[in-house]
């Protein structure tokens, strides 16, 4: 079995799932390379109206981006064209991606069809009878360009794609610089200044020289003040950070002037971590993610995409070809049972030093996360290739399309491959 990289295993992520001869290659050498679109419940489009009304409030757009990640998306929206916007995932940079995005009201100026910024572009597709919720996203289709592959061959890729598990991605740890987690960590443990202190000094390899150089600064406090005024554009968070101690905030004041949905993430990605190494660990031992066993909680696989209630599987009166295995994530009110997945998160959480109790975190309740379930599959729908390099897939909300394309490409070196 070929040897995972380095960068994975930081993120939990020991092991691969399929047998499959890598294509290696890259991915995202240009934003062109990689697309990605919204699927959303055919509902909201089939009730949409073209005029606003008292039943109908709320704009529905389109919002085509490029070159920008959709946090720094929405803050250039609204900078521009003074619209908030709301939207159901986020979206990397380097792609073009197409997302739905809802707002309480359509600001006066923009009221035309369509508006755009320096990296997006909004149509306004009509209104809906209530803002977009994240029950509205069924998933998302890809289209990939992967270049420089040593082949093409994919046929025994698609004998094995149902085998491959649901890790979160490295974009959830930050990607080069997986950092998110572990400040997660800290927050949960409530290590606040550790958590901010790791946020603005931590470096890896992959860390430009102007970045270490800053980073390394940062490691003393008296050098903050002087550091605001180097730091380039893309440390926006560090900015924020360190402008609230500069101007005598303590830790956890000064992270709340991170937004809310970047810290969020925080704690997320320290549940993501404990996930991927529980899934890590089942297959090391041998676990058939495939086929449910006793006591394991399931989904009930309502339709190619979507997943209804949990239950626990019972081999004497479930229909298994309807359920599929999930994990329960690590979160305030995660419950040790006798389920495979359970008895191992309970493990890892020990080794982390770390009780469900923790994840309320009562200094910042606003980070608390009582934890739910995700599938141990990745449940990948209408794979297709083409022999000159390009793949689409569609993946259900909260999947990875760099889980699948780890599988395929296995990359040395997943940062330099644009993972």
């Known amino acids: 079995m070929k040897t995972v990289p380095k ?25 062109e390379g990689f697309r990605v679109s919204e699927i959303i419940n055919e509902s909201i489009l089939i009730g949409l109206s073209q005029v606003q009304d008292n039943l109908h409030k709320y704009p529905l757009y389109l919002l085509e981006k490029k070159g920008i990640d959709s946090h ?64 509205s996203l069924l998933g998302n289709e890809f289209s990939i360009t992967i270049y ?33 987690h572990l400040v997660g960590r800290e927050i949960v443990k409530r290590n606040f200044k550790k958590a901010a202190e790791l946020l603005l000094s931590y470096t890896t390899e992959y860390d430009s020289a102007m970045s270490k150089e800053i980073r390394q600064k940062s490691l003393d406090p008296k050098n903050y003040r002087n550091i605001l005024k180097q730091l380039p554009k893309g440390m926006d968070i560090e900015y924020q950070l360190m402008n609230a101690f500069v101007n005598g905030k303590e830790p956890i004041s000064a992270l709340r002037s991170i937004s809310i949905n970047i810290r969020r993430l925080f704690v997320h990605a320290y549940q993501a971590y404990i996930f991927n190494r529980c899934l890590s660990n089942a297959i090391a031992n041998g676990e058939n993610l495939l086929r449910s066993s006793e006591n394991d909680l399931c989904f009930e696989v309502e339709g190619p995409l979507t997943f209804g209630r949990i239950r626990k599987f019972n081999s004497a009166t479930e229909q298994e ?44 309740q606003e980070l608390s996360n009582q934890g739910g379930f995700r599938q141990a599959l990745l449940c990948c729908r209408d794979f297709t290739y083409k022999s000159s390099s390009g793949i689409s897939f569609k993946l259900p909300k ?16 997943p940062v330099k491959a644009g993972f």
């Open 398 to 413: 909260g999947s990875y399309a760099t889980t699948l394309l780890r599988e395929i490409m296995k990359p040395e070196d």
């Open 321 to 364: 070809t309807r359920l599929t295995p999930a994990l329960r994530l690590a979160g305030y009110s995660f419950q040790s049972g006798k389920g495979r997945f359970e008895l191992i998160t309970k493990k890892i959480m020990d080794e982390e030093n770390v009780t469900p109790r923790d994840f309320y975190i009562k200094e910042m």
């Open 148 to 180: 420089d592959a040593k082949h093409f061959e994919m046929s025994e890729f698609k004998k094995e794609i149902e085998k491959v598990a649901n890790f979160y991605g490295l974009q959830r740890f930050g990607s080069e610089r997986l950092v998110t």
């Open 7 to 31: 960068i994975d295993r930081l993120a939990g992520i020991e092991c691969y799932c399929t047998d499959f001869r890598e294509i290696g290659g890259s991915i995202k050498k240009d934003n």
């Open 72 to 135: 720094h998306a929405l803050v250039e929206i609204r900078k521009d064209l003074g619209l908030d916007l709301r939207i159901m995932g986020m979206k990397d940079a380097k792609a073009i991606t197409k997302q739905y995005a809802s707002s309480m009201r359509i600001g006066n100026p923009h009221q035309q069809q369509l508006c755009k910024t320096k990296h997006t572009f909004l149509d306004l597709k009509g209104f809906t009878t209530r803002p977009l919720g994240k029950e």
